[in-house]
């Protein structure tokens, strides 16, 4: 795909972003009109039913979204996506099942398999689609970008341009109804739940706002873009659920079970912890005002992404933490290994001194070196991120 068939898709996309906010806008007083199922995509090609039931609103003209409810019983700030909403429902009652029954001493090599397709599809997320296409905390050449580009499919998310747009708004607006996954409308929205709701208004106008031409520009992500479906289908559930029928003699019920829904449901849900739970619980000893944390739980299951009070301060550190303990951040030690070959480069860090003076300044004084005992800053809400030296300051 050349670089302008790659925008017009991707601008085709944005399209039906706006399509939803024209949508929503002109359903007010219009609703009792609708009679037909009205299809349309979202930015994350995930086909929406509106139907009369499902939208059970009255929408205004206004930006701020109603309250929506499910049957009178629950509400909600935004509109269901049903099709995402009963998808990942029933994929996690199939997870609860398969692992509950799983055996754990029949599986052994499989078990084993699982964790390494997990470790290679999470380095994609974190050391691909996050430091490297999100925040652009190092250089990589273009066997290096395939191999994180495939890494990241085997993961199984959304599309690298829908993960990185979505991930830059988030830095830039955190914790406002401009945050994808803002954590202020508690955890189970931060977790999953902004995966089941339509986005908030806010999110779309800001996010069409964002900066993407850097990663439109590469033609590792118009590839990616251009095969996103089939790839993704190949690299997160075809070839490891092949592996360990024609390697060990698996059977293709636990081969399927264990890769296709047990790891890759593991793998979902250890890369929304970021996003919920290291927005909630740990110590914030780089800046108190801000609600990221240091998670050494997320850092452990997340491969190094729990470290992330220090990640919202200064998210063009390659690391995504200060200190770069392999143990608690094994993407660093890909990333370094890389390095080593020759295949990434530019790696950026912040100076000690620029560290040490920001947890004197802001953080909560539980920093191990710099800490101080006082803790007299109050959460204000969003704080700009400290830029990179000698670079602009985009906010991720
Ligand atoms: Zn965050
Ligand atoms: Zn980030």
Known sequence: MSHVQAVTVLEASQQSDKKHLVNSNNVNGKINNITKRNAYKDTNNNEQQITKE?????????????????????????????????????????????FLTYPLQGGFITTIWGFIVGGIGGFGVTGGAHRFWCHRSYKANVPLRTILMLCYCTAGQNTLYDWVRDHRVHHKYSETDADPHNSNRGFFFAHVGWLMLQKHPQVLKKGRAIDMSDVLADPVIQFHQKYFIPLKIICCFIIPTIVPVYFWGESWYMAFMSQSVIRYLFSLNFTWLVNSAAHMWGYKPYDNRINPVENV????????????????????????????????????????????????????????????????????????????????????????????????????
């Open 54 to 98: 499902s939208l059970n609103v009255t929408p205004t003209d206004s930006e701020e979204p109603q309250e929506y409810s499910l049957l009178g019983l629950v509400t909600f700030k935004s509109p269901i996506k049903w099709l995402n909403s009963v998808s990942i429902i029933l994929i996690h009652l199939i997870f609860v099942y398969a």
């Open 297 to 396: 739980a997320v850092a452990v299951v997340a491969m190094g992404e729990g470290w992330h009070n220090y990640h919202h301060v200064f998210p063009w550190d390659y690391k995504a933490a200060e200190l770069g303990d392999y143990k608690l951040n094994i993407t660093t030690m890909w990333i370094d290994f890389f390095a080593k070959i020759g295949w990434a480069w530019d790696l950026k860090e912040p100076s000690s001194d620029l560290i040490r003076r920001t947890v004197e300044k802001h953080g909560d004084g539980s920093h191990t070196t710099y800490g101080h005992s006082e803790n007299v800053f109050a959460n204000n809400g969003p704080i700009e991120a400290i830029a990179a030296p000698g670079e602009p300051n985009l906010g991720y």
